[in-house]
């Protein structure tokens, strides 16, 4: 039977977790064939902005026995086969591009009827235990030694492991009955509408997708269920906690600041449930006055103990209460610095514009008391960078997201150096049916966006088969195939030579990743656009398709330019300079260009430089850099 929230089980894995954190204990994990010391449980990083991130979807990755179930670069909306044992046989591989940070698409149990359809992960039926189809023989317990094995590797090689985990939703548990009585997976619209205390009925399901003959006049499920059967833990099976209302109406939170209504068919949990009104008092008393939140809580505790995770990414975060979403943050944090991790890492999928997002993270969410979660993924850089990196949308796009982001987080930073901390930057993932590479991409509009994705403000996060090259499925033709997200998860491991670590992309990342390492300028820096003039004389941003990004992260004294191309045209010019930096003019030299470009130049100072603002012109002193930049080329430049 899978393991009760309270169960003696869990509070003895909490206190074991607690204590050797006080003792601070030591494992010996081996590595190559050699043995390594691993504090355990393993400390939290100083800051995360020191550790990009490697997104991985485990189905997707590699299976060290079994070539994929699908052709691998083909729409395959089934299990491939991925394993937890097959991610830690490249974590060799990963260690050599550079990876600081794994994150890994859920792990726990999903409803088995829609286990070969929901191999993502994304659909809970159990909250603490591990999915035994991600072990390589398929059995419980083979899959939670494999993932501990796997976590502690990665641990030992210097990796920190982020896990994605789901709160707004479990998985399809339950079906509803409609009005004439027919049991049905959806709700209809009258009741999804309809006054409160209209909620359907509701039947849950076994472990075969269905109604048992037994449970038909039952709200709640009957006790001594089977594993598969319902939801776990069993506290959760309690038809209040969830919804009930059908599928969301809209995309956009509500006057509370969240969405109401399942997630396609997989069924809200009413996280903010508030057992304080008459009746509940039973529920207070067990759980307090937020059940549905504590028993979570106490779920993904569990979790962090059991496996020594070092941080959650949270997925459909908008569809939670704020409140929720920040008590659950500030509940992780605490935990996590009983057991030795000082600064465990949360970040939400909050798949929304910049208003939105500040609303759960940081200072700005929730009731204001706490931090709640850390970070969120920056779709509001998302929805640009891309396409002005390969020359389609007005590189003045970028700015405008910095400028706004500027006043969002106004009551939250203490400088804008530190707007990096709150948000993961990437430029694609397994919910876009595009790659940042398709496949007529050339592949220097690839690197220049990976560059600008190092380089830019925040902490990066790669997509898997990136590095290789991915481009999405194909046709049967051979063509582009863009009908669903499952066009952009591939399987890795079934490409030719999939783990190869000599294409030009893999080793572009390595330079950068270096780099980044090297560079603290690009990890805590401010944050400056730059004027830049085609004639060496007038200064301007500039702006248009194909136009050109130029920026500094400044850190003390040390300014970092980097400049991209975004044209097919060459660019000769020049780019404006911290003017007190440079007071006395040094040299300055390309360290990393996606083209391979090397040199110095001396910084000049200009006299009567003209600046043209706002339809403005003014004059005056400047310091400036000449660069000259081939047709798709990024620079990162740095002082001598």
Known sequence: MPAHVFEPTVSQTILAAQSAARLRQTRSVSVDGQPRAVRSPFPSPGDWRDNWIYFLMIDRFNNTANAPRGVWNRRFDFRQGGTFKGVQAQLGYLEQLGVRTLWLSPVLKNSKPDWQFNYHGYGQQDFMNVDERFASDGQRATAERELTDLVEEAHARGMYVVLDIVLNHSARVFDYVRPTGVVSNFADANVMNGPPGGEPDVRWLNGFGFPRADWENRLDPPPQLHADDAVWPSDLQNHLFFRRRGSKLTDKPDERGFVRGDFGDMRQLVVEYDAT???????????????????????????IARYDFDGFRIDTVKYVHPEAIETFGNAMREFALTVGKT???????????????????????????????????DFPLFYKLPGVAKGMIDVAEIRKVFLDRKLQEAELLSSHG???????????????????????????????????????????????????????????????????NESSREALWGKPNAFDTSPSVFKQIQTLSQLRDKEPPLRYGRFYFREVSGNGSDFGHSFGPGGIIAFSRILVDREILVVANTSTQKFSGAAILDRDIHATPGQMRVAYSNQGSTGAAAVRHIHNAKFHR??????????????????????????V
């Not at 529920?283 to 504590?294: E, F, N």
Request: aromatic letters at 10%; a negative charge.
């Open 614 to 639: 706002d339809g403005q012109v003014s004059t005056g002193p400047a310091a400036a850099l000449d660069v000259v930049l081939a047709a798709r080329e990024v620079q990162v430049i740095v002082p």
């Open 277 to 303: 009104v008459p009746g509940q008092e039973q529920l207070r008393a067990r759980y307090g006055i937020t059940p549905v939140l504590g028993i979570l809580i106490r779920a993904h505790q569990y979790v």
């Open 343 to 377: 600064n465990f890492f949360t970040f939400g999928e909050v798949y929304d514009d910049e208003e939105t997002i500040a609303r759960f993270t940081g200072r700005n969410g929730g009731s204001g008391e706490g931090f709640g979660v850390d970070a969120a993924l």
């Open 418 to 484: 530190e707007a990096g901390r709150f948000f993961v930057t990437f430029l694609d993932n397994h919910d876009q049916k595009e790659r940042i590479q398709h496949p007529s991409t050339p592949t220097d509009q690839v690197t220049l966006a990976i560059a600008l994705l190092f380089t830019l403000q925040g902490i990066p996060s790669l997509y898997y088969g990136t590095e290789q090259g991915f481009s999405g499925t194909v046709d049967a033709n051979g063509n582009a195939d863009l009908s669903a």
